[in-house]
């Protein structure tokens, strides 16, 4: 069986052998002592930042647990894009940091993210609005919301629309609350800001402005970020109320999408249970609904031909 040291130094050989010197702005004059394709060993070393025979020993698997300012270094200087640098670093059993702009290798690579991250937005939120009979929304590491859809805004007990910061609406909705049900306002103001210090780069000034913002104002928020709690989101309940059927416990579930920009809640009830019966009503409602507005949207369709031709 490979070793991680063996298949790491294999995978830089190859990504090395892969470049030509123009690809990482070297001159790209006749050099007669360049007989194979590809980068030097020194001039990957260079450009890295670290020395040659530290690079050597590397691709020679003789060197262990290289630090991920190294692999960081390393991907910059093979213009890995941020997969294949997320990919080097789980080879040596490290966690790839979780900041993007961290893993991008060049400014090429970083707008292509971009490009796919916005496109990956875009089709979630296609997808959830299409989402008549399940309450989803999707957010973004920060706990912005990227994507609702009419169920999830009709069950959700704070206001939750595209912009919105899920922290924030949570935290706003624990003060408005005051003294009621405040120990559930707490638990989840607690569970919220846990999962944004697990998720978030710490180095976002979105995260650095939203925590001073609302450490100034919610003593829970303060004492929960102060701890260091950090903990993913993946499912829970979720206390609602749904007239006519008073306070209702609801599951949800939350999804990674791959790359780690985006996270998709859903939320629903078991079979037979009184949030299923909600859900279903909030469905029925929201179809009512939309086919009234259709219904008036032809009813003025109608009057604006008849006004046109009358006059």
Same mark, same amino acid.
């Given at each position: 069986? !490979?070793?991680?040291? &063996?298949?790491?130094?294999?995978? /830089? %050989?190859?990504?090395?052998?892969? +470049? ?49 300012? &190294?692999?960081?270094? +390393?991907? %910059?200087?093979?213009? +890995? =894009? ?12 490290? !966690? ?29 939120? @296609? ?11 999707? !957010? ?14 009709? /069950? ?13 609406? &949570? ?22 800001? @846990? ?7 710490? =180095? =976002? ?11 100034? !104002? ?22 609602? /109320? ?21 996270? +998709? ?14 859900? =279903? ?31």
């Amino acid at each position: 069986m !490979s070793t991680p040291q &063996v298949v790491l130094g294999t995978f /830089l %050989r190859a990504r090395r052998g892969a +470049l030509l010197p123009g690809d990482v702005g070297l001159a790209e004059a006749v050099d007669s002592r360049r007989r194979v394709g590809g980068l030097r060993r020194e001039e990957v070393a260079t450009i890295a930042g670290i020395s040659p025979e530290y690079y050597l020993r590397l691709e020679q698997a003789k060197a262990h647990n290289p630090s991920p300012q &190294v692999l960081l270094a +390393l991907g %910059r200087a093979l213009v +890995l =894009d941020a997969d294949a640098t997320a990919y080097m670093f789980r080879l040596v059993g490290q !966690s790839p940091p979780q900041s993007a702009s961290a893993l991008a290798g060049t400014v090429a690579a970083s707008a292509g993210e971009r490009d796919d991250s916005d496109e990956a937005a875009s089709g979630l939120a @296609a997808l959830v609005m299409q989402w008549t009979t399940a309450p989803a929304y999707v !957010s973004d590491r920060v706990q912005e919301v990227v994507a609702v859809n009419d169920m999830a805004q009709a /069950l959700v007990p704070f206001p939750l629309t595209p912009g919105v910061n899920l922290v924030e609406a &949570v935290v706003r909705g624990a003060i408005a609350a005051g003294t009621e049900r405040s120990e559930h306002w707490e638990q989840m103001v607690r569970r919220v800001t @846990a999962a944004l210090r697990y998720h978030s780069d710490p =180095d =976002d000034p979105r995260l650095q402005l939203l925590v001073a913002s609302l450490s100034a !104002s919610s003593r829970v928020f303060r004492s929960t970020w102060a701890s260091h709690e950090a903990r993913p989101q993946r499912g829970g309940d979720l206390l609602a /109320l749904v007239e006519p059927f008073g306070y209702v416990t609801f599951r949800w579930q939350t999804l990674e999408v791959p790359g780690g920009e985006y996270f +998709l809640t859903t939320m629903f009830g078991e079979a037979g249970s009184p949030a299923s019966a909600a859900i =279903d009503y909030l469905s029925a409602r929201s179809r009512l609904a939309r086919a009234l507005d259709a219904d008036a949207d032809a009813d003025a369709g109608r009057l604006g031909r008849s006004g046109r031709l009358s006059g």
